[in-house]
Structure formats: C-alpha cells, structure tokens
C-alpha cells in the first residue's frame, strides 16, 4: 500500500502546487503540461521492461531499489531552481517510479491466489490510490500555504523509509522460475513507442496538424509495429500480446487507459478552477475534493459484491457512465460553476472510476499464470500511465489551446507580462497582482471567461469519450464472467 500511497500522492500534490509553480518559475504553457506529462510518460515507456525485470530478479528487490532512487529525486525536484530542471527532474522520478508500480500489483497476484480474497485485495490497492489522492491535497495544501513549493516533494520520503524498513518484514519475495532472456532491443521499442506517441498527441492537440506532430505519432506507430513483431516471433517475449485477441483482457487494459484519462483530466482544471477561479487556499481546495475521493474509495470496494452477481460487462459500463455524468454536469455549467456543483460532479465521476478500476484491474491480473505476474501487471499500470499522459495532453492541451486563443490581454500591459497571462490562467493570476486594479480586473475577467469557455468544451470531449468507454464495455466485457 505504501508505494500506492506514494505514487497518488505525487501526483496530487503536483496538481495542487500548479498554481504557486507557476509564479515561481514562470514556465510557458508547454513546459508546464511537460511537468505533469513527463513523469507518467517515463513510467509508462518503461513499465512493461520493469515489469519482466520484476518477474526475472524478485518483485520485491526491485520495489526497494525503486524506492531508494525516487527518494533521492525527490529531495533535486524539491530544490529545482527552474522549470528545465523540474521536468528533468520528474523525468528522474518516472525512472524509478517505473521499478516502484509493478511489483505492488505481481506480488498481491502471488500472494492472494483465491480468487475472491485477490478481488479484494485489488479493491483495497486501488482504493490506495483514492486515499493517496486524499492525503495528497490536506497534506501538500499545509504545505503549500506555509512553505515553498518545492516542500510537496518532500512527503514522498518518509513514506519511502518506512517501505524500506517494512517491506524486508511483511512482503515475501517472488519471481519467475523460468525467466526468459533480457531483450535490449524489445526495452528500445517499447520506448520508441510511447514517447512519439504522447509527443505527437500533445503537438496535435496544442498546435493543430504539423509535420512534427504527424511524424511523431507515425514513428511511435512504426515503432509499436516493430515491438509487437518481435513479441510474436520470440519464445520468450518480454509480454505475451497474443492476450490482447482475448476481448476481455484488450477491453478491461482499454478501460483502464480511459478510467484515468477521464479522472486525470477532470483533476487538472478542476484543481485550478476552485484556486484560481473560485479563490479558494490549497487547503480548502483539497478538502473539497475530498467527498469525491472518498466515494472513489467506497465505490471501489462496494463493487466487489456487485461484480459476484453481475457480469463485470455490465457493471462497467454503468460504472463509466457515471464518469460521463460527472463531465455532462461540468460542461451544462461551464463558467458559472459553483463549488457545490463542482463538487458533487466529481462525486459521480469518482464514484464510476473507482468502480471500474477495480474490476478491469482484476480481470487483466488474473488472465495469465501467477509467475507472470510482473508482466501482466505492468500492462494494467502501463495503461493506467497512459491514461495519465494522455487525459492532460489531451484535454490539458486542449484546455491550454481555447484559453490562449480567447484571452484578451488589455492594452498597456508590458510585452512579458502579456506574453505570461496569454500563456496560462496561473500566469493571468500573477500579472494581474502587479496591474492598477482597472487593468487587473480586465484581465482576470478575460482569463476567468477564457478559462470556462475551456473547461465547457474539454468536458464535452471528455463525456463523449466516456460514453464510447462504456460501449466499450459492454461488447468487450461481455465474455467475461465473475
């Protein structure tokens, strides 16, 4: 639970401290998705070679050595002096975030080989998580209004040492009894798949069609292509793909890539609309998430029973349908939005997630052997990674491009400080404390307007995508049983 606990806090914390990195550093609009992307693009490249390393020399060997080193780039990324060092320094941290996820979700595969007893266990690692998401924005929000940004880093180590000292005690060692080969060229592939194809997403999505964006998308293709060949004609791939011709597991792996496309993207206007829009402390802002985290938390566990007597197709896909619910609310009041309405939306949205994750997580774990674990779960946590980049390049992109594109900066307002509050709502915020009042009204009236014209269209997009989620569900689910 501690390396759960760790990961979501992270990146709560992160999305909480937007705002104040934002004055500090002053990073364009790019730089700043590039802060939140980067650490889960890293992750998910090198999840699934983690995963086998995992399953070659222990699950638990790996968990520490990951530990060690996040704890270490936490402390640089607490202290980056600028936004390059900050991205360089979340990059560091994907690294070793990659060898920390992998192992949580092999070991319970091995550990709990009822298949009720893992149902529930899964729901309590994926309620870990929601209880990161909740501790994050309390914890990092004090923070943040008594110290520097830089501060939120910091929580991630003493969570590390007490897993150092813990997990040599309580979790037993496993790994693959038969190991195939490490393959260099398969680690390259993977790679060279995922970071065009973000890179191309988040250029498509930010300035429309471009020789760039087409290029990336085309070799992260070609390089997926190539990966995939090499699985099929070794005999000892590094993931077996022939489970994605199973509907099942492809549906449940594609479930879990939109789950959190969805609950990322939510997060990362929301966060700034109740602090930049709605004025509210880090403190406060946390605290008003925390009914939707809770209800992704009880959700979570409440479907086990569910899913014993209904076929997991169908409590999916009523499950997303919530998602698209939580975004429907979000986009009929776009501009307007009110705490309470905000609140409640993402009540309902957290409550689909937390359902469907727990059992698209369960269905993707169980479908190969217990020594294959590693494997299998880096797929699941290699999707739900994805699903991370993909719900801020996307919707963050998109949010970031209407913004831009609607702002008016009024006249007399200094060249760099223009090119800032155009930039993003945080740098508009900035600016305006340094305007007389007439032109700092102005501007946040302009920003605040460009900003809700934003969210109205992202969460459309985002109600479109759940709605086609749950179809998803109920086509490819539907062989699976409970």
């Known amino acids: 639970m501690l390396p759960v606990l ?14 104040q990195i934002s004055e500090a550093l002053r990073p364009t609009g790019t730089q700043l998705l590039w802060m939140i992307d980067v650490y889960p693009l890293v992750l998910a490249g090198l999840l699934v070679s983690m995963g086998s390393f995992a399953d070659r020399i222990g699950r638990r060997r790996l968990l520490l050595v990951g530990a060690v080193g996040f704890a270490l780039l936490s402390v640089v990324a607490a202290y980056a002096p600028s936004a390059e060092a900050l991205i360089a320094s979340r990059a560091g941290l994907g690294f070793f975030g990659a060898m920390i996820m992998p192992p949580t979700l092999s070991l319970l595969r091995n550990i709990f080989t009822d298949r009720e007893e893992r149902r529930l266990a899964i729901a309590i690692w994926a309620a870990g998580f929601a209880a ?42 496993s790994k693959d009894s038969n190991p195939g080969r490490v393959d260099v060229v398969s680690i390259a592939l993977s790679m060279a798949t995922m970071a065009p194809i973000v890179l191309g997403i988040k250029t498509l999505a930010k300035s429309g069609p471009s020789a760039l964006a087409f290029g990336a998308l085309v070799l992260g293709l070609v390089a997926g292509w190539a990966f995939v060949r090499r699985q099929l004609g070794r005999p000892d791939p590094m993931i077996d793909v022939r489970l994605f011709r199973r509907g099942e597991f492809s549906g449940a792996v594609v479930i879990n890539l939109l789950s959190v496309f969805s609950l990322v993207g939510f997060l990362f206007f929301v966060s700034q609309d109740v602090q930049l829009v709605l004025g509210l402390s880090p403190v406060r802002a946390g605290y008003a998430l925390l009914p939707g985290l809770a209800a992704m938390i009880v959700a979570g566990l409440l479907v086990v029973r569910v899913v014993r007597k209904v076929r997991p197709a169908y409590v999916v896909a009523v499950a997303i349908l919530f998602a698209a619910a939580g975004y429907a609310m979000v986009a009929l009041t776009a501009g307007t939005s009110t705490l309470t309405g905000l609140v409640v939306a ?130 490819a689910l539907r062989p699976a049983r409970s």
């Open 6 to 19: 760790l990961v979501s806090i992270d990146n709560t914390v992160l999305t909480f401290a937007l705002p």
């Open 132 to 173: 990161g998401n909740a501790i994050g924005p309390i914890a990092g929000g004090f923070l943040l209004e008594h110290a520097w940004w830089g501060s939120v880093f910091l929580l991630a180590v003493p969570v590390l040492v007490l897993l150092l000292v813990l997990a040599p005690v309580f979790v037993p060692e």
């Open 346 to 475: 993402f009540v309902i949205l957290a409550t689909g997630i937390g359902a469907a994750e727990t059992v698209s997580n369960d269905l993707i774990v169980s479908a190969v052997p217990a020594d294959k674990a590693g494997a299998a779960s880096a797929i699941s946590e290699t999707a739900y990674e994805v699903g991370a980049v993909l719900g801020t390049a996307v919707l963050g992109s998109i949010l970031t491009a209407s913004y831009h594109r609607n702002v008016v900066v009024p006249d007399g307002v200094p060249a760099a400080d223009a090119t800032a509050a155009a930039e993003t709502l945080g740098g508009a915020t900035q600016v305006a404390q340094t305007l007389p009042a007439e032109q700092a009204q102005a501007l946040l009236a302009s920003a605040h307007e460009a900003f809700g014209s934003g969210v109205g269209t992202t969460s459309w997009i985002g109600f479109g995508l759940m709605l086609v989620a749950s179809v998803i569900a109920l086509v």
